[in-house]
């Protein structure tokens, strides 16, 4: 595996569709390094995992999306760079909010007391069994105060009562973060795994999911390379979910 110094070069923009977007529009560029962040302080088409919107009030929230070209990744290991960036978002948080419950959500959410902070989508480009191009985007409410209903409610650092804070400057103190963590992932993959499922929210417990139709109780066991979530179910059963193949209701 072979990852960039992620943020060397760093974009800011006024205003744009989406941040993924953008720097997949520019990431065929020659002057578009390895690793660079495109930061919008508005976008105008946000967009989510599963296809949904994401949504914020301009300047208030950090949206930002950074590249990797040529990770040398097999295309079967695409969880482990979303494990590092979830993980590199956790260890900011968690440094940030120090008396706060920070966990990860599979696969890449991150949730302080069970509400969510911040989402992340990767979108990848495949050349035969490789991964050739990477765009990950990250959504991390810092100063919003009103967020749309979800399912697990939405929540901010100010809303965790800490100070307004520019996003742009969340984003110079999160880079160091995801810097580390991709380090992490390079020299020792399994530690890094096996770190991202000691934060797993739900770990040991019994959660409630949603299987296409039908809504299952199942107790949460651990993440593999792949990315499969393991469960067993009540009746004792394994049960082993691929991403975006079931959801987690609240309880
Ligand atoms: C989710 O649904 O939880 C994922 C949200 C990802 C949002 C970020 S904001 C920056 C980047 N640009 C986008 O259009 N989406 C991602």
Redesign the pocket.
Known sequence: MQFPIIGSSVLYLESCD????ELARISGNPDTMNGSVVLAFE?TA????RG?I?KNEPHKDL???FLINKPDIRSEFVFYPLAATALGVYHFLSKRLPHKKVEIKWPN?VLVNGNKIC???LENTFSGNQISKMII???LNVNGKNYPDTRFPATSLVLEGEPETPPEDILLQLIPHLNAAFDKLRENPGFLLNAYNQVLFGKHHDVSIQEQDSITRARIERVDSKGILHLINQDGKKIEAGMGEIKFLPD
């Open positions: 989406s941040t993924n977007t976008q946000g967009k989510g995992q949904n994401w949206t930002f999306s959410d989402g992340m989508l985007g990250i959504g």
